[in-house]
């Protein structure tokens, strides 16, 4: 039986890749090695104003910011400049035009790694904040030997209302599966909001140029490349996250999910498998369920399916979120589980009918 193969693919992932995450153990090394923390920003003084404040003052005994002021159109550059001045770790890298044959972000990035002083390097975005005073030294103990990037995790702030619990849902199985994928040795993307990589590592990789002219991917594609050459720790406790500011509308979501979406397709066909495996079970569970309730007689045997599958996975999944400092009831996964894989169809078959999608 059809459902019978999905709830056992999902069996599969949740104990195989999940449960562990659930128990996994943050990296501790003695060594504080010195950071450049890198921000790429367009249009983003607002956020800047609550960001950097939050940086300069992180508890760590060297590092600088460097902030990449990209074709800003607002006041962005006489704060940047005045705070250039007050500060001796703080530095300005100035775009005022991006070359027509590269990406606006990625050449962004590459100049900010470029003007970076360190060899260890920590990239976050303008709308993000560290949880903490202690986010530098928590996310550079993921350097013990050989190691040259440092997955972090970087959930959604907490507001009113049904989308941001979808939002913080689908952040919650996307960190899952990332993070338990590189905790097994098979990592294949990371988010730029909590990043961490070395500079020997972006060369060697030969930066973005794998994927310079594509919209996404400074993260995740560059995370793909380096996974074939380096060493990947993940770094999960509350101290080393930083929190981003949720989309407020559906739309705005749904246009950042499909900027994703579309980078995905890039990915090395043997994680695109898992991936898509793990993606589909779910989603074919739920439209399969559907189906049979209408034309199945036998529901002692799907009500065991839908049992084991629910009394499995889902608290697997509430440990993950434990874990990840993440609030998750079970009532509300039972809803959010639901819409979110069915909202995953409709953004996968809208990236392939609409293909035009762009950066700030």
């Not at 019978?4 to 090695?33: I, N, R």
């Not at 608290?315 to 809803?335: D, F, G, I």
């Amino acid at each position: 039986m059809l459902l019978g193969l999905c709830v056992l693919v999902q069996l599969y992932f949740a104990l195989f890749y999940f449960l562990p995450l659930s128990k996994y153990t943050d990296p501790v090394t003695e060594e504080k090695k010195p950071i450049s923390v890198i921000v790429a920003a367009h249009d983003e003084q607002e956020n800047l104003y609550e960001l950097l404040p939050m940086l300069l003052n992180q508890d760590y005994p060297e590092f600088e910011v460097v902030v990449v002021n990209d074709r800003s159109e607002d006041d962005t550059e006489f704060y940047l400049y005045e705070l250039e001045r007050q500060f001796s770790n703080f530095k300005v890298v100035t775009v005022k035009k991006t070359p027509d044959y590269l990406n606006p972000k990625k050449y962004a990035v590459a100049l900010g790694i470029r003007a970076a002083k360190y060899e260890h390097m920590l990239f976050t975005d303008a709308d993000c904040r560290p949880e903490r005073t202690e986010w530098i030294n928590k996310m550079q103990q993921g350097y013990t030997t050989g190691v040259d990037v440092v997955l972090g995790y970087s959930p959604y702030a907490h507001i009113k209302g049904f989308l941001n619990h979808l939002i913080r849902y689908e952040t919650l199985l996307t960190g899952m599966q990332y993070l338990s994928h590189a905790n097994k040795g098979r990592a294949y993307m990371g988010v730029g909001r909590n990043l961490s990589y070395t500079k020997t590592c972006f060369f060697r990789n030969k930066g973005f140029a794998s994927h310079i002219k594509l919209l996404g991917g400074d993260d995740d594609l560059f995370v793909r490349d380096a996974a074939n050459n380096s060493k990947v720790n993940i770094v999960i406790d509350k101290e080393g996250q930083t929190s981003s500011v949720p989309k407020k509308t559906f739309r705005e979501w749904l246009t950042q999910k499909r900027r994703h979406l579309s980078v995905g397709r890039m990915y090395k066909a043997s994680d695109k498998r898992r991936i898509g495996a793990f993606m589909g079970a779910n989603l074919f569970f739920y439209l399969l369920l559907l189906i049979i309730l209408f034309m199945y007689s036998k529901l002692a045997i799907l009500g065991a399916l839908v049992g084991l599958r629910y009394l499995t996975v889902f608290p697997v999944y509430v440990l993950c979120a434990r874990r990840l400092n993440e609030k998750l009831t079970l009532p509300l996964l039972l809803v959010l589980d639901l819409v979110y894989f069915f909202n995953y169809l409709f953004l996968g078959v809208s990236v392939l009918l609409y293909k035009k999608i762009r950066w700030k």
